[in-house]
């Protein structure tokens, strides 16, 4: 067994367990996911062995390549974004979907977990740098996307909101973007509408995760921090 991914583990949750701490929190009140787009099974079966209880990955089609290889219960998150025509391959083996945007999918959502006979867990991703690369609502479309979604699809359960931040030198200049997240997130929050709870804010990737905990994230996607650099060509 390679240890690097172990150690990685070690290294990442000591962090965690700081930044939690600083803002009232424990370890055990995060979720971490170690995100395994282009890890191999071996490694993704290793770094599980060494704790790992979620697992997220940003295609469809990997999710269904590598579920039945993947040894324990895991919790598996679709973290990337999700075409309509792909809900059907994983409606039935996710656990929580971070990136849902938009009506068409919401809708599609509905359809096929009410077919697989089970409420779906969402997550509503959010644009809130408004990179034209990035998908998400923007801030001034999430209450009324909550309230269509929290009344006509009664098969989707929201638990929160995922964000990313821009890609900046400086995790630093990203708190302010994790801050409005976390705001938004409370606003929802206090519309009380049925279905949508606010209980996850998933944000905070390797370069930024700590400065995410601090302002209230309590889901973190870590990849290149446990894996290493990702290998695209593989
Ligand atoms: C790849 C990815 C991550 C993890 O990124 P790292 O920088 O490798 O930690 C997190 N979230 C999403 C949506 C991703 O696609």
């Given at each position: 067994m390679s240890s690097y991914i172990a150690e990685n583990l070690k290294d990442?949750?000591?962090?965690?367990k700081v930044n939690?701490?600083?803002?009232?929190?424990?370890?055990?009140?995060?979720?971490l996911i170690a995100v395994t787009k282009t890890v191999d099974e071996d490694k993704i079966n290793e770094a599980?062995?060494?704790g790992v209880t979620d697992i997220g990955e940003n295609k469809p089609q990997e999710i269904v390549r590598k579920f039945e290889h993947i040894r324990g219960n895991v919790r598996w998150h679709l973290i990337g974004s999700?075409?309509?025509?792909?809900?059907?391959?994983?409606?039935d083996k996710v656990d929580l979907i971070h990136s849902l945007d938009r009506e068409g999918l919401a809708k599609e959502i509905d359809k096929r977990a009410k077919a697989a006979g089970k409420v779906m867990d969402c997550l509503v991703q959010i644009n809130i740098s408004h990179e034209d690369t990035k998908h998400g609502l923007d801030e001034s479309e999430v209450e009324n996307f909550m309230r269509m979604v929290s009344s006509t699809c009664p098969n989707i359960r929201i638990r929160g909101l995922m964000g990313m931040a821009p890609f900046v030198e400086n995790p630093e200049?990203?708190?302010?973007?994790?801050?409005?997240?976390k705001e938004i997130s409370l606003k929802i929050e206090n519309l009380?509408?049925?279905g949508v709870?606010?209980?996850?804010?998933?944000?905070?990737?390797?370069?930024?995760?700590?400065?995410?905990?601090?302002?209230?994230s309590n889901m973190v996607r870590i990849g290149t921090a446990i894996f290493g650099k990702r290998n695209y060509a593989v």
């Open positions: 990442i949750n000591q962090n965690i939690a701490n600083r803002s009232g929190r424990e370890l055990s009140d995060i979720v599980i062995e060494c999700l075409q309509t025509n792909k809900v059907k391959y994983i409606i200049e990203s708190r302010i973007y994790f801050k409005k997240i009380n509408m049925q709870y606010m209980d996850y804010l998933s944000m905070g990737m390797s370069n930024d995760y700590e400065i995410a905990l601090q302002e209230g």
